[in-house]
């Protein structure tokens, strides 16, 4: 595929996927109104939008239709609003203290540190509001009438399986436990153990991506687990070469391209996959994941053409 016409789809796609996004948010009134205000504007200051296109995408290779995107669009929000709130935390003070993400001031350097806060922990909740918003198309009808109504089997089947993924990926066993490894790491005197930096880096970043990819994947009614891992081992190697390609841009990025500063690694003295393997190494590896990736995906059939440009721009990507 030539790179203009990439381009021009990927333009397309991200309008669409920004205008189903900004569909589910939450209206700013009521006394709770400052926090809609901050979540609000956390999700709006821009972004790839890379897991819920990455869903969408995988969604439609594995044949997803038309008629079930009701189904799939409440989770293509749900994802952005975790992505998000993770970044609205990851910059609080007690975190990394960025004043700037996406070139605009963070979250908390416009409403405030307890705002900052309370953004985060609206939108992660919001995102299992939105998520269920699902249910109704599951019922057929208006949620409020549920119980008067039986969903069918198979929709509510693939609901609860894409929520189990999404919950189990953002929590303990996936963002939030690297997270938390990541922050202990950076306290830690001695050198980080290559396992240990894998581990922060799949829980932390390849979490998320899986769970886009395995959500999208269930929706469309993929139902054999085998398939289902073979996604999120793709994933998996999406995610990490994602990281790695991260590392690397904070040693050779441009600040005005990435819209935050470059070389806060090395100032934070943080240690990274370029710092532990070299800059060689690291680029080397984000080739042989990319590949690895696309092998993975050209095994499933189905048109995966933007899908594979996808990838390769994410490991070209200067942003
Ligand atoms: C606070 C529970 C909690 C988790 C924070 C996401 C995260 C975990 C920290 C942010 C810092 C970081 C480098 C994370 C790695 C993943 C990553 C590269 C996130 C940025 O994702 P992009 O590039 O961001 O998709 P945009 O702005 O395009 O949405």
């Known amino acids: 595929m030539e790179a203009s016409m990439f381009n021009d789809i990927l333009q397309k796609k991200t309008k669409t996927i920004e205008r189903i ?3 589910f948010l939450p209206e700013e009134k009521g006394y709770q109104k400052t926090v809609i ?21 995988t969604f439609r290779l594995f044949g997803g239709k038309d008629e079930d995107l009701p189904l799939l669009e409440p989770f293509l929000a749900a994802v952005e609003m975790i992505h998000t709130y993770s970044l609205v935390h990851d910059d609080l ?33 919001f995102a299992f509001e939105t998520a269920l918003q699902a249910l109704e198309f599951c019922s057929g009808t208006n949620r409020e009438y549920l119980t008067t109504v039986p969903a069918p089997e198979y929709n509510l089947q693939r609901l ?6 999404l919950t189990k990926k953002a929590g303990i066993y996936g963002m939030i436990g690297g997270q938390t490894a990541d922050i202990e790491a950076e306290q830690q005197e001695g050198a980080l ?6 581990f922060i880096h799949e829980h932390k970043t390849a979490s998320l991506i899986q769970a886009s990819m395995m959500i999208g994947a269930v929706l469309a009614g993929v139902a054999d ?13 999406i995610g990490i070469a994602f990281q790695i390609q991260d590392d690397i841009l904070d040693v ?15 100032l934070n003295h943080k240690q990274t996959y370029v710092t532990i393997h070299g800059l060689r190494q690291a680029e080397k590896d984000v080739e042989v994941l990319t ?25 070209h990507r200067r942003k």
Not at 37 to 57: D, I
Not at 115 to 123: E, K, R
């Open 21 to 23: 996004i900004r569909s």
């Open 37 to 57: 205000e901050a979540m609000n504007y956390s999700v709006t200051a821009g972004g790839k939008r890379l897991r819920p296109l990455l869903m969408e995408e």
């Open 93 to 125: 003070p007690a975190m990394d203290n960025d004043e700037y993400r996406r070139g605009k001031k963070t979250t908390w350097n416009v409403y405030g540190q307890a705002m900052g806060i309370l953004a985060g922990d609206g939108l992660l909740n």
């Open 160 to 165: 609860t399986r894409a929520l189990v993924i």
């Open 193 to 198: 153990e290559p396992e240990q930096l894998l």
């Open 225 to 237: 687990e085998e398939t289902v891992q073979a996604v999120e081992k793709c994933a998996y190697d």
């Open 252 to 266: 050779v990025g441009d600040v005005e391209e990435l819209g935050k500063p470059v070389g806060s690694d090395a």
């Open 291 to 315: 590949d690895e990736a696309i092998g993975i995906l050209e095994s499933f059939g189905g048109d995966n053409d933007f899908l594979k440009e996808l990838l390769l721009s994410l490991i």
